[in-house]
């Protein structure tokens, strides 16, 4: 079947995002089916393209994915007005391919939301299959976290949102929460899969060069987060963290921030102001190279900012990463990666918002000598749960299914 595939933050390994989607499009290929990609220009992402935009689009074929790029730059840092204005640009170009390109089957993953409209669109012209997978709860999550805050905007997306899962013939969620969130809003009988985040053992399981930023001693407990610094992350707190490891005298342990987003410069700022010199930041690097640094770090960080929504309604990248380089994971909420690091002994949970536990505990990692064999029992964890080789099988039947 030929598989037209809507991503507009697609990204080939090489790049410094999540690459689900090239592997799962890979595993549409190896199963002998063809794929177009459709996709913008992600700041953090590599397509693989390099030539000139022409009519604000080029085309290319990477590793056997037929690739369409927008010229549509897009980049976390960006005001939530400017990237809607890249998303809705997104979408009108997004409407003409469908018309005009060959395909049995529509897949569209969000976020944004919006990139279910295409999708739409064509079951209601073309009556081609359409599947659509769902990364967080819209307007759910912009609501709770306070980005949205206007009703007439908050009950159009709520309005896609049901005609999304109404319109589509199936359906995929990233976690638990989201699962319940469609199910609540979408036909009764629609048919729901489980496909979450998974591991990356080809980047992450390798013997990849260990590195540290210059201002870390080989000395130094590290711990890595490695993530977007936006609203949603709370990171503010670490730097309140940050305050108390100083005050305990705890030197010897430093903080890393590895990443973009519009909270950035703020973080930066305060800790210039308040001499957290324990705080590092770092700009975004590939996985690759990610792969080395946390071959140096001690435990990864797993943050959110503290909001119900959060607790069973997320799939973040960074936890199965971490889990993949055998990194033992530190969780400030509750839910359900905070019960799989509890169940499998693979990392800390300290309370939402509780400086004095999270600095404990950072405490406790490097001074208890727990952390190999938590990182063991993370890697465990990764390969017999989260093989993305296994969840990208489960992808291909769930579509073959929709158009058989």
């Not at 995929?172 to 998974?198: C, M, Q, W």
Request: net charge positive.
């Amino acid at each position: 079947m030929n598989v037209l595939y809507f991503h507009q933050h697609f990204s080939l390994p090489q790049g410094a995002t999540g690459n689900r989607s090239y592997y799962f499009a890979k595993a549409l290929i190896q199963k002998g089916h063809t794929v177009t990609m459709v996709c913008g220009s992600y700041q953090a992402a590599i397509t693989g393209l390099d030539s000139l935009f022409d009519k604000g689009v080029r085309r290319g074929t990477i590793d056997g994915i037929n690739i369409i790029e927008f010229d549509l730059s897009y980049a976390n840092k960006d005001t939530l007005f400017k990237r809607s204005l890249i998303f809705l640009k997104y979408v009108r170009k997004s409407l003409k391919l469908i018309f005009s390109e060959p395909y049995d089957l529509i897949f569209a993953t969000s976020t944004p939301l919006t990139a279910g409209i295409p999708g739409m669109i064509s079951r209601i012209f073309k009556r081609k299959p359409f599947v659509f997978e769902v990364r967080d709860l819209w307007p759910e999550l912009p609501r709770a976290i306070g980005v949205i805050k206007n009703p007439v905007i908050l009950s159009m997306l709520s309005l896609l949102e049901w005609c999304s899962y109404r319109a589509s013939n199936r359906l995929i969620g990233l976690s638990p929460g989201i699962i319940e969130g469609i199910a609540k809003r979408s036909h009764k009988n629609k048919l729901i899969a489980l496909i979450p985040n998974g591991c990356d053992f080809n980047i992450f399981d390798q013997e990849a060069t260990p590195w540290r930023p210059a201002e870390i001693k080989k000395t130094d407990f590290l711990a890595l987060y490695a993530g977007t610094h936006g609203l949603s992350n709370g990171l503010s707190v670490v730097l309140d963290v940050a305050l108390e490891l100083k005050k305990r005298g705890r030197n010897d342990i430093k903080i890393l921030f590895v990443g973009e987003g519009m909270e950035k410069h703020a973080l930066q700022l305060r800790a210039k102001n308040e001499a957290l010199d324990n705080i590092i930041f770092h700009d975004s690097v590939s996985k690759f190279k990610l792969a080395g640094l946390m071959k140096s770090s001690n435990i990864g960080l797993q943050l959110l900012k503290n909001i119900p929504a959060f607790y069973h309604g997320t799939s973040p990248n960074k936890f199965f990463d971490y889990i993949s380089a055998g990194l033992p994971v530190l969780n400030n909420y509750p839910g359900w990666l905070a019960g799989l690091i509890a169940e499998h002994q693979c990392g800390y949970v300290v309370p939402p918002d509780n400086v004095a536990a999270f600095a404990e505990a950072l405490e406790n990692a490097a001074d208890q000598g727990k952390l190999d064999q938590m990182g063991a029992n993370g890697l465990r964890l990764a390969h017999e749960k989260f093989n993305r080789n296994m969840l990208a099988q489960d992808f291909v039947g769930f579509l073959e299914g929709a158009v058989k």
